[in-house]
């Protein structure tokens, strides 16, 4: 568990400013989710915070030390990807021991770190299966699974959903939330869905073209948008 700040946070591609100086801190445990529309930026805020993106300026802090110059690893924090490319020729075991194999973990530690996750995962009886022997949804948990056998202080999640298709969503919703209940950890949530944002966050931020528009909970933004586009993003009538 941990606290994350971020503070005037700027991001250019060459000529091309795509960050405008955002800050926002989160609380130890908090499940923050980034709203906003596709282009706004927000996955290039998550891979700043990851340590996959260069900071152009500005400061990302972890526990109140700042992490800018720490490597993704160093910062103990694991990130799933829209794309959760799974290791295809690997066992769903493998898959998600492999990282910890990287870090030359002992590989009697390593079986118990997965047969933990695993049970946590509900992946017990496909430890042995390849992802072509999975459905979108197990593949999905796999992919999760890889991020919390790492036991890291914060997660990161792209729009983790956004291939699955509808019912299949809802359901992997209530699980992604059951596990943060479960695990108590900071969670920061990319996601383009409202009905995502407005269901599972602690706290929302919404994003518009690099800037923060509003920061709150889904009922203070919902009850009370600052703007025309907070309330039009969040389908609220006001
Ligand atoms: P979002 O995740 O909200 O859809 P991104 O963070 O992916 O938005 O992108 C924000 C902006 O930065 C977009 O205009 C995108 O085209 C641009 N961008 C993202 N990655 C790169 C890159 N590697 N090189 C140049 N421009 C990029
Ligand atoms: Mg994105």
Do not use: W
């Amino acid at each position: 568990m941990a606290t994350v700040e971020i503070d005037n946070l700027h991001k250019s591609y060459g000529a091309l400013q795509v960050v405008h100086g955002v800050s926002m801190s989160f609380q130890d445990g908090e499940f923050i989710i980034l709203v906003g529309p596709s282009g706004c930026g927000k996955s290039t805020l998550l891979r700043m915070i990851a340590g996959l993106e260069e900071i152009t300026g500005g400061t990302v802090s972890i526990d109140g030390t700042v992490v800018n110059n720490l490597s993704p690893k160093e910062r103990n924090i694991a990130m799933v990807f829209q794309n959760y490319a799974l290791y295809p020729q690997m066992t769903v075991a493998q898959n998600m021991g492999f990282s910890l194999e990287l870090s030359k973990v002992p590989k009697d530690q390593i079986a118990t770190m997965v047969n933990e996750t695993a049970e946590i995962l509900g992946l017990t009886p496909l430890l042995d299966r390849k992802p072509s022997q999975l459905s979108g949804g197990q593949r999905q948990r796999v992919a999760m699974g890889r991020a919390i056998v790492r036991d890291p202080e914060v997660f990161l999640f792209d729009e983790p959903l956004s291939n699955l298709d509808a019912n299949l969503r809802v359901k992997m919703r209530a699980e992604i939330k059951a596990l943060h209940q479960r695990l108590g950890s900071t969670i920061v949530y990319v996601t383009h869905d409202q009905v995502e944002a407005m269901t599972m966050a602690d706290r929302i931020v919404v994003l518009r073209a690099g800037r923060v528009e509003q920061i709150g909970t889904p009922l203070e933004l919902y009850d009370n948008p600052q703007n025309m586009f907070v309330a039009g993003f969040l389908g609220s009538p006001a």
